[in-house]
């Protein structure tokens, strides 16, 4: 008896080593790379996004060209989000300029092409307490 429980749990044990990279797998790196966006007010802002294969965490910058804040050559910035939802097509995350822009934060979700988005940001720390602004976006060659 005692051997069968120690093999059953052998094959318990085996099974949560095998099933555990599958579900890393369930997250891609949709959010990787570069991305040009649009929203009221700007034209084009650029976002250059890092995201590891099968992680959640999204990482980059931003430079918004024509938004200057009294600054030459417009406001850049960083932004820090996570990947939720199916296969983490939700972006979820926080901005803050690095030259006066202020700071806020957005939630995006990739649209069935998995080469543009939609969603909105606001400039507050919570949604409710200032204006809402929808922003959409794209990877460059897929217009």
Not at 16 to 32: C, G, S, T
Not at 76 to 89: D, P, S
Not at 123 to 134: A, G, I, L, M
């Amino acid at each position: 008896m005692a051997r069968l429980a120690a093999v059953y749990a052998g094959i318990v044990l085996s099974s949560l080593v095998v099933l555990a990279p599958a579900q890393a797998e369930d997250i891609d790196n949709y959010w990787d790379g570069n991305w040009r966006s649009h929203h009221e007010g700007t034209k084009v802002m650029v976002l250059d996004l890092e995201q590891k294969k099968g992680k959640r965490g999204v990482t980059g910058t931003y430079k918004h060209p024509k938004d200057n804040h009294g600054v030459h050559g417009g406001d850049k910035g960083t932004i820090t989000a996570e990947a939720k939802g199916e296969f983490g097509k939700k972006l979820k995350g926080s901005y803050k300029s690095n030259s006066g822009g202020g700071k806020g934060n957005f939630e995006i979700k990739l649209k069935p092409d998995l080469a543009s988005w939609k969603g909105e940001f606001w400039p507050c720390r919570y949604r409710f307490y200032c204006d809402v602004f929808d922003w959409t976006g794209n990877k460059p060659g897929f217009d």
